[in-house]
Nanobody, 125 residues
Framework: VQLQASGGGSVQAGDSLRLSCAAS????????VGWFRQAPGKEREFVSG????????DYVGFVKGRFTIARDNALNTVYLQMNSLKPDDTAVYYC???????????????????WGQGTLVTVSS
């Protein structure tokens, strides 16, 4: 099983990025997927999650209205569109897969079975 997160980069405040999480080695449509992030010196925190079929999504408060999660099970990929980025969004972003139903997606990192390697997002003011 492999999850490959990509799309990070260095941007200015107010810019946008789209992260991708490509999965292989699993029946992707059978997994809830979550995006987490970890800033230097801080714990990993939930950002957003999406149910197996994509009909249920969840966002942590500080990204609501700015980030959008979506998935394409035919391509085994989950996306995180991030708009109006702020310096506080600077972190390594990870995607993770949970084999449970995930309605709504779970927010605790320990509930997830597989993790990607992370992609760094740096937002400067």
């Amino acid at each position: 099983v492999q999850l490959q997160a990509s799309g990070g980069g260095s941007v200015q405040a107010g810019d946008s990025l789209r992260l991708s999480c490509a999965a292989s080695g699993l029946t992707f449509g059978s997994y809830t997927v979550g995006w987490f992030r970890q800033a230097p010196g801080k714990e990993r925190e939930f950002v957003s999650g999406i149910s197996r079929g994509g009909s249920v999504t969840d966002y942590v408060g500080f990204v609501k209205g700015r980030f959008t999660i979506a998935r394409d099970n035919a391509l085994n990929t989950v996306y995180l569109q991030m708009n109006s980025l702020k310096p506080d969004d600077t972190a390594v972003y990870y995607c993770a897969a949970d084999r449970r139903l995930g309605v709504p997606p779970l927010r605790q990192p320990e509930e997830y079975d597989y993790w990607g390697q992370g992609t760094l997002v740096t937002v400067s003011s």
